[in-house]
């Protein structure tokens, strides 16, 4: 049942001119480059998934985890992976969507119309391909483990997970589309795979990795899209009412215009509406959500002297400097800030006459976290305190959107009420989407309201906080749509492994390295909406934390390799000791310390328990007598954590803490007897 170390388990890979740890490395950057490509793209043509982003992690961990667990079941290269990759790359392609705004309990801003297949049926169908496309790499790479020692093999694969984030940062960073990333992927398979026969090889490698390039080469051409590490962008110059208009779609779902200043306060008067609440005309002004310029260009117009405009997204920031009719932009009087909203509040020192959110709604998620939105931390209470500090002596501070529900526009408005100490100015432009203004002041002398508003109505859920940013959930629970769904998946994992992998008392042993890899999804999850909170919910700082994951992984596994580290106990002791550490640290006191600072107190607090976690299990699975099944039952546990994530909409991203260790301590109790006992 078990697989001997050191010795080959298929007659192919003898076959193969890379070396084992080369290959190694290359199976590994390209198992972790495809994964994040795979959720970037279907993200960007199936809507469904800017709100699910962890469904296609969710189905990348079961397929690697199935890939690990099929070493040594079939003596066959996994050619299946680039066949179902074309066959994903059609349906994408062919069948794109967009979805309902409300649904059970889950606010959507998106468009109101549904395009493509229903919910129910293209999300299996990414889900399992998902699955079946990564446990080709994964295979590739579990079947170099037993050539290695455990843990020299587990530390190439970390070298090789880095090397891809890496890769795919820096596509990120030169905008680079698609079809760069089909190139990689067709390489990556030529390699790797090994060419017998031939005409197999040829049939079921060459013809779908050149299959998925061409499709990606053509959406890339016709699409006229540029890609920003967020989003897939596209523009449709037009003219309206004898105006030149840019419409701006992002990831196919209109998302903003622009349009002259002078046009847009006569068509919709929310736009104008902040200055004639604000009890001066602002000189100095703060507009988050500037995007492609039209309310930078209404600032300039009301005499603004000097705007900052801050825009998460710096092809939008491009795309308003070419397009935009007013080029505000080009204005000496304005200055561009490429970071999160948040982020800027929390670092700069300026101070403002007027603080604008301007329509900042991301319509995506941050990867890696389950429901947490490029622009959850703007909304919270906390963020409304920040905002207030940076405000002049008689300045004002306003938000507008459509806001679909009036209890959304009551929880905000409330929001702001406890953050500033009076009622807001709450103007309801349109009852058709909600369209409103939220407007107060430094004090209340500071705003010129038309009428009082009246109070949150009976029922408005209470304002959103750091912990709990979830501003579009209604209630502190787990929507029945996400419950079925993960419901569905787990069952479907549990099929799957039992088909590929055969009887579960394979990974009966492993079950303590299974609960390890859960209690690790759930750690990793708090390190990126942490950090999230305390730097930005950029791409940058994003990549920069899964990074920093995997090399404080690395220096566990290399420590663990050179070093006699203390028994078992005593690591669980260390682990559950930086669990508490982290709990105990408000992100309050965090976000108070200046920036560098910040940096080494957050890194502490975040990568202690993490480096632990690994010391554990770096000890742990270079004693096991299987090394893929034991690999294999653990990424399984980090597919479980993925689902777990979500208690997060109950209990908080703090909360989370909590549960890990209860996970871990049941982890330690399941420990086999030799492996617990002291050294």
């Given amino acids: 049942m078990t697989l001997q170390a050191h010795k080959p388990v298929d007659d192919g890979e003898k076959a193969h001119w890379l070396a084992v740890r080369p290959r190694l490395v290359l199976a590994s950057a390209f198992m972790l480059f495809l994964e994040l490509a795979l959720i970037r793209w279907t993200g960007s043509n199936i809507v469904h998934l800017s709100y699910f982003t962890n469904f296609v992690l969710l189905g990348s961990f079961l397929g690697i985890g199935l890939g690990f667990l099929r070493v040594g079941r079939s003596r066959r290269q996994p050619y299946y992976s680039p066949v179902v990759l074309a066959v994903l790359a059609i349906v994408v392609l062919a069948f794109p969507v967009t979805v309902d705004r409300d649904t059970e309990g889950v606010l959507y801003w998106t468009s109101l119309s549904t395009t493509g297949p229903p919910a129910w049926l293209i999300l299996p169908v990414i889900f399992c391909a998902a699955a079946l496309v990564l446990m080709g790499p994964a295979e590739l790479v579990g079947r170099c483990f037993p050539e290695l020692p455990r843990l020299e093999a587990y530390r190439y694969d970390l070298i090789g997970s880095l090397t891809g984030i890496a890769a795919f940062t820096a596509l990120s960073f030169l905008s680079a589309p698609p079809v760069f990333w089909a190139l990689i992927a067709a390489v990556c398979y030529g390699v790797l795979l090994v060419p017998r026969p031939r005409s197999l090889y040829l049939g079921l490698v060459t013809v779908p990795s050149l299959a998925v390039v061409g499709l990606l080469l053509t959406e890339t051409l016709t699409a006229g899209a540029v890609w920003s590490p967020y989003y897939k962008v596209t523009a449709k110059p037009m003219t309206v009412l004898g105006v030149p208009v840019t419409d701006i779609a992002v990831n196919g779902i209109p998302h903003q215009q622009a349009v002259p200043a002078a046009a847009r306060l006569r068509w919709e008067a929310q736009y104008g509406l902040p200055y004639e609440r604000a009890s001066k005309p602002p000189q100095d002004v703060l507009i988050v959500g500037a995007g492609s310029g039209t309310d930078v260009a209404i600032a300039l117009s009301k005499g603004a002297r000097r705007v900052d405009a801050v825009e998460i997204d710096p092809k939008l920031r491009e795309l308003g400097g070419s397009v935009h009719p007013d080029r505000p932009y080009d204005d000496p009087r304005v200055t561009t800030h490429i970071t999160d909203g948040r982020a800027f509040l929390e670092r700069g020192g300026a101070a403002y006459d007027?603080?604008?959110?301007?329509?900042?709604?991301?319509?995506?998620?941050?990867?890696?976290?389950?429901?947490?939105?490029?622009?959850?931390?703007?909304?919270?209470?906390?963020?409304?305190?920040?905002?207030?500090?940076?405000?002049?002596?008689?300045?004002?501070?306003?938000?507008?959107?459509?806001?679909?529900?009036?209890?959304?526009?009551?929880?905000?408005?409330?929001?702001?009420?406890?953050?500033?100490?009076?009622?807001?100015?709450?103007?309801?432009?349109?009852?058709?989407?909600?369209?409103?203004?939220?407007?107060?002041?430094?004090?209340?002398?500071?705003?010129?309201?038309?009428?009082?508003?009246?109070?949150?109505?009976?029922?408005?859920?209470?304002?959103?906080?750091?912990?709990?940013?979830?501003?579009?959930?209604?209630?502190?629970?787990?929507?029945?749509?996400?419950?079925?769904?993960?419901?569905?998946?787990?069952?479907?994992?549990?099929?799957?492994?039992?088909?590929?992998?055969?009887?579960?008392?394979?990974?009966?042993?492993?079950?303590?390295?299974?609960?390890?890899?859960?209690?690790?999804?759930?750690?990793?999850?708090?390190?990126?909406?942490?950090?999230?909170?305390?730097?930005?919910?950029?791409?940058?700082?994003?990549?920069?934390?899964?990074?920093?994951?995997?090399?404080?992984?690395?220096?566990?596994?290399?420590?663990?390799?050179?070093?006699?580290?203390?028994?078992l106990p005593v690591m669980y002791a260390v682990l559950l000791a930086g669990l508490a550490l982290a709990w105990l640290v408000p992100n309050a006191w965090l976000l108070s310390l200046p920036v560098p600072l910040r940096v080494l107190a957050a890194v502490t607090v975040a990568f202690l328990p993490i480096f632990a976690a690994n010391v554990v299990f770096a000890k742990r699975f270079a004693e096991t007598a299987d090394a893929t099944t034991s690999f294999g039952a653990n990424l399984l546990g980090a597919m479980v954590g993925g689902c777990l994530e979500y208690a997060a909409l109950v209990i908080g991203y703090k909360g989370l803490l909590v549960v890990a260790a209860l996970l871990y301590v049941g982890a330690f109790a399941l420990l086999p007897r030799r492996s617990a006992a002291p050294a």
């Fill in 354 to 567: 007027l603080i604008l959110f301007a329509l900042p709604d991301s319509l995506t998620l941050v990867s890696g976290a389950s429901s947490l939105r490029l622009e959850s931390y703007l909304f919270t209470e906390e963020a409304m305190r920040a905002a207030r500090a940076h405000l002049k002596p008689g300045g004002t501070f306003s938000m507008y959107n459509y806001y679909r529900e009036s209890w959304l526009v009551d929880r905000l408005a409330a929001t702001m009420q406890r953050a500033f100490g009076h009622k807001p100015c709450v103007d309801v432009v349109s009852t058709a989407g909600q369209q409103a203004v939220i407007t107060a002041g430094l004090t209340a002398a500071d705003q010129r309201c038309a009428a009082e508003w009246p109070g949150a109505a009976a029922g408005t859920p209470p304002p959103a906080d750091d912990d709990r940013p979830f501003l579009y959930l209604h209630d502190a629970t787990i929507p029945p749509l996400y419950l079925v769904t993960l419901g569905l998946i787990l069952a479907v994992s549990l099929l799957a492994v039992r088909v590929v992998a055969g009887p579960y008392r394979r990974m009966r042993p492993y079950s303590d390295l299974f609960l390890l890899g859960v209690a690790f999804m759930l750690l990793e999850t708090k390190s990126v909406t942490g950090f999230a909170l305390l730097f930005g919910t950029t791409w940058v700082v994003n990549a920069v934390v899964f990074a920093g994951v995997l090399v404080a992984v690395l220096a566990a596994v290399e420590i663990t390799r050179r070093f006699r580290t203390p028994p």
